[in-house]
């Protein structure tokens, strides 16, 4: 296959998966925050942060795809496409498990929260920890593009 070819549809993979992962997690988190903030609207503004963190998912990919995109005049071998290959499947793999972890863990910590509003610093660990994953997934993504 045409290494440019590739790395386009390597670039198309980053963004695709990544944004499925975000609308996992949202599609989860989201009706949870709903329903705590029509119980305590004052708890809205610290527990968005399961949204934003999901979001997040979707603007990882989005950043390797530009990546891809801007090194598109330099694959020229297939070596280098597969290189793009291998980076977008890193990235959108380490994101699908993070949005798993958030569409667990951010529903129960909002859940606490309502029950226990201090409980909120030490169950946000769950889902930082979770958007860790894709983190991990974005720095490889990194270094294995240059």
Same mark, same amino acid.
């Given at each position: ?13 980053? $963004?695709?998966? &990544? ?9 989860? &988190? ?8 029509? /119980? +305590?609207?004052?708890?809205?503004? +610290?527990?968005? $942060?399961?949204?934003?963190? #999901? /979001? ?45 972890? $958030? ?11 309502? /029950? ?14 979770? /958007? ?11 270094? $294995?593009? #240059?």
């Amino acid at each position: 296959m045409e290494p440019t070819i590739l790395a386009i549809i390597a670039a198309a993979l980053s $963004i695709i998966l &990544c944004s499925g992962a975000a609308l996992l997690s949202i599609k989860t &988190c989201a009706p949870a925050l709903a329903s705590v903030t029509s /119980e +305590k609207p004052e708890l809205g503004s +610290k527990l968005v $942060i399961a949204i934003i963190l #999901g /979001e997040a998912l979707a603007i990882y990919g989005l950043l390797i795809a530009f990546m891809i995109i801007g090194r598109l005049p330099e694959i020229n071998t297939e070596d280098d496409a597969m290189l793009t290959l291998i980076s977008a499947i890193t990235m959108g793999s380490t994101a699908i498990m993070a949005s798993i972890g $958030i569409s667990y863990t951010g529903p129960a910590m909002m859940t606490a929260a309502v /029950e226990k509003d201090a409980s909120f610093t030490t169950n946000i660990l769950g889902l930082v920890l979770s /958007e860790a994953l894709a983190i991990y997934g974005l720095l490889i993504s990194f270094m $294995i593009l #240059g």
